[in-house]
């Protein structure tokens, strides 16, 4: 009776510790949770929120509607976390009477915002985005800081430390995939 309690025991700590292994492994190479700091998501994502984000490595190719996470080298202290509106190559134009947002001659359509795109910071529109980079934006246009502006600017994609999967709200847990938000 004692060897076999001995056993459960040493069976069940075996799996514990190879649980906590494999747990401490994935949230340091594959995924790991940030703090949202600040208002430029609402309504996607509010300050206190937390987001888990899949660390990239060199193969990540930012597209439309990620939201992502940025790490600038020089210009802030703190990452950022904004949504990819454009990639390499395309043209952004912004008509900040009406607020619309035009990719390559086409608006797009952002049932994602939460005000419209009327605040205009130092950049000239239209741009190209440069090769290797992206334009970003926050989901709450007059309250962000973004690639409107040179102090943020067009986001090198080495920057991006990570794409959010899923968001944690106090409400459980936020869309963040703008195929399912249109």
Known sequence: ??????????????????????????????????????TSMTDTLDSGNWV?????GF????????????SQPG????????RV????????NINFNTG???????????PYISTPTTNHYDVNFPVTVPAGHCFVMGD???GSVDSRSTIIGFIDNRSIIGNALVGITSDG??????????
């Open 1 to 38: 009776m004692k060897d076999k309690l001995v056993r459960l025991c040493y069976e069940g700590t075996s799996v514990l510790v190879m649980a906590s292994v494999i747990i401490a492994i994935i949230f340091t190479f594959f995924v790991r949770f940030i703090g949202v700091v600040g």
């Open 52 to 56: 888990i984000i899949s660390e990239m």
């Open 59 to 70: 193969n990540y190719e930012p597209s439309y509607g990620d939201i992502v996470v940025i």
């Open 75 to 82: 210009s802030m202290e703190e990452n950022i976390i904004k």
């Open 85 to 92: 509106i454009a990639t390499e190559g395309q043209q952004v």
């Open 100 to 110: 619309a947002v035009y990719i390559d001659g086409h608006e797009i359509i952002e």
């Open 140 to 142: 709450n246009r007059q």
């Open 173 to 182: 847990f936020a869309n963040l995939d703008v195929s399912e938000s249109s």
